[in-house]
């Protein structure tokens, strides 16, 4: 193992409202990286000679760009950074104590791309920022609220080129209506699937524009086979430079992953071709949407590709993940109960 990721909790008394959010929020930047732990302190971690490096992120961190860890690995002194962002190279420690007090210092191109919260300074700032993202806050919290904030807004311009989640596994029911979200290609793989009529209706949304568009613009260009896929999606890059792809990783990777053939995804492709789609901008917190997706849902058995829809940074960090759950399923709920046929839920890798 090349590197694993200590996040260790706020434990001062005055971060006890919000040291649970917080925690949770840094490990969604993580985003699965690589493994990670989750500590009271960097003290109960045991070094394991499996691992050649440990992180440890204190709790209230926000980053983005995941090479960070790399280029924290390519500085990577015997221990690195400062107490909140702390790299220790395991075999140069060679069994000795963690020295806190004087760690070798990541340079700006590093520094610059994480951002602190401070939250044993900030704890009540934070809790009202959880509040209201909008909110004023002192200077030496802005530059994690912009940040926040930025992230929030690029929803309108990010679209995910490749899905990161998986799909599921073949459904034992029958539809002819389905809902999903503008990412990838799941929902041509899902609807190229023998549970799905050749008359299905499918209504495919986002709240981001730049979402849509991708799907419009693979609908009407792209001819189903994976070998042009990458040539459609640099032609929609140069058409519209200002939208921000979303694991650009390669189409062999997400076939393999998913074990799909190219002779696979080119059936389900002429079969999502035949399908009648529409394509609409809609946000599942608006209710007017969720009322246009649930008389939708109205005429015909419905699969609902919610994906992770509830777990997005705003989210995350004002909530957490256990809210953030129990929201979704409130809204699963209320959706079921209001719509006049089965509908069944798709979300991250799980259905109901």
Not at 11 to 23: W, Y
Not at 302 to 308: D, K, L
Request: with cysteine.
């Amino acid at each position: 193992m090349k590197l694993k990721i200590i996040i260790v909790r706020n434990l001062d008394p005055k971060c006890e409202r919000i040291k649970d959010r917080l925690t949770d929020f840094t490990i969604f930047c993580v985003q699965q990286y690589c493994p990670y732990e989750v500590v009271n302190s960097i003290d109960e971690v045991v070094f394991s000679e499996d691992c050649k490096y440990i992180l440890f992120i204190k709790a209230g961190h926000l980053f983005w760009d995941t090479s960070i860890f790399e280029k924290c690995i390519a500085q990577a002194s015997t221990v690195s950074g400062d107490v909140n962002w702390l790299l220790v190279d395991v075999k140069k420690l060679d069994g000795k104590p963690v020295d806190r007090s004087n760690p070798t210092p990541f340079d700006d191109t590093i520094n610059s791309m994480k951002y602190y919260s401070y939250p044993e300074e900030m704890a009540l700032n934070l809790e009202a920022l959880m509040d209201d993202l909008q909110i004023e806050v002192p200077d030496k919290l802005k530059p994690f609220a912009d940040q926040l904030n930025f992230a929030t807004d690029n929803l309108a311009r990010g679209y995910y080129v490749i899905n990161t989640e998986a799909i599921s596994q073949h459904t034992s029911k029958n539809y002819n209506r389905y809902i999903g979200v503008c990412g990838g290609l799941k929902s041509v793989v899902l609807l190229g699937r023998d549970c799905f009529a050749n008359d299905t209706r499918s209504l495919m949304f986002d709240i981001s524009p730049a979402a849509v568009k991708w799907q419009q613009h693979l609908r009407e260009y792209w001819n189903g086979d994976s070998k042009s896929f990458n040539e459609c999606q640099k032609t929609f890059s140069k058409k519209f430079p200002n939208y921000m792809p979303i694991n650009d990783s390669s189409i062999e990777e997400f076939m393999e992953q998913n074990n799909i053939g190219n002779a696979q995804l080119q059936t389900a492709w002429n079969k999502y071709k035949r399908i009648n789609v529409e394509f609409e901008i809609l946000d599942i917190f608006n209710n007017d949407h969720k009322n246009k997706m649930i008389n939708f849902s109205n005429s015909g058995s419905t699969y609902f590709w919610i994906s992770n829809c509830f777990i997005m940074e705003r989210i995350i960090f004002q909530k957490g993940f256990e809210k953030a759950r129990q929201i979704e399923k409130e809204w699963i709920q209320d959706f079921k109960t209001r719509s006049s046929m089965h509908c069944t839920f798709s979300s991250g890798g799980s259905e109901e």
